[in-house]
């Protein structure tokens, strides 16, 4: 079955601790990006990457990091977590990136920092 | 920059009634690409019904269709029939097709539609 997943599922974890939400998709898509969503401000995209190796910022990049090694994998990496990065987390996948490829979002991961 | 904005923070039908979201947006870009997804209490996120700029017929899947005013920026999404299912959180999102978005969707603030049986 095509689709994109994403761990942990749900996460509740203390400022400061180090940890990663890891995304992987069986489409062979170039195209991945991670979104959190916000109450009252819909999805903002953090970080996308365009093939292997190739990464860049989104909107709303600051206290994140991205890699992607693997065609397959994208995971988002928070160093020092802060409580407001409390949020619904999307990584998405697409053909490439132009306009015309649909996006696949995986199930999102809520995250909790305290 | 791209902004959408969807002014109805909620909305609620009654089963088998038509109802209509709305979303506006704001880009300089002639050539885009726009979408309604869906976010059902899974919080799955599922593309309704998607509409190209240069296209001026309004798209439709079933009972989902738009209705699409470029020259006023507007994007509002008809639901016909209303079934329980329906229920769920509804985003308005733009994407570029040009080459400056590199495939980010720029979303609206989500309507909470509510459909009672």
């Known amino acids: 079955e095509a689709q994109v997943t994403q761990n942990p599922r749900y996460l509740i974890t203390v400022t400061g601790k180090k940890l990663t939400v890891t995304c992987s998709q069986n489409?062979?898509?170039?195209?991945m990006s991670w979104y959190r969503q916000d109450p009252g401000l819909g999805l903002r995209q953090i970080y996308y990457?365009?093939?292997?190796?190739?990464?860049d910022k989104g909107d709303v990049p600051e206290g994140y990091k991205v890699s992607r090694k693997e065609k397959r994998n994208f995971p988002l990496i928070l160093e020092s977590p802060s409580p407001n990065q409390t949020s619904l987390y999307f990584c998405?996948?697409?053909?490439?990136?132009?306009?015309?490829?649909?996006?696949?979002f995986g199930p999102g991961t809520r995250l909790t920092v305290l | 920059a791209q902004t959408v904005t969807q002014s109805q923070p909620e909305m609620s039908v009654q089963e088998a009634e038509t109802v209509t979201l709305s979303c506006t947006y704001d880009t300089s870009e002639n050539n885009y690409y726009l979408f309604w997804y869906k976010q059902p209490p899974s919080r799955q996120m599922i593309l309704v019904i998607r509409q190209e700029a240069y296209k001026q017929q309004n798209a439709t899947e079933n009972r989902f269709s738009v209705n699409f005013q470029k020259a006023a920026k507007s994007f509002s999404l008809k639901i016909s029939d209303s079934q329980l299912g329906d229920t769920a959180m509804y985003f308005c999102?733009?994407?570029?097709?040009?080459?400056?978005?590199?495939?980010?969707?720029?979303f609206g603030q989500g309507t909470i539609l509510t459909v009672h049986p």
């Open positions: 998405a996948s697409s053909l490439t990136q132009r306009a015309w490829n649909e996006q696949f």
């Open positions: 990457s365009m093939n292997v190796e190739v990464t």
């Open positions: 489409m062979n898509h170039e195209y």
């Open positions: 999102a733009f994407t570029n097709a040009g080459g400056t978005s590199y495939g980010k969707l720029t």
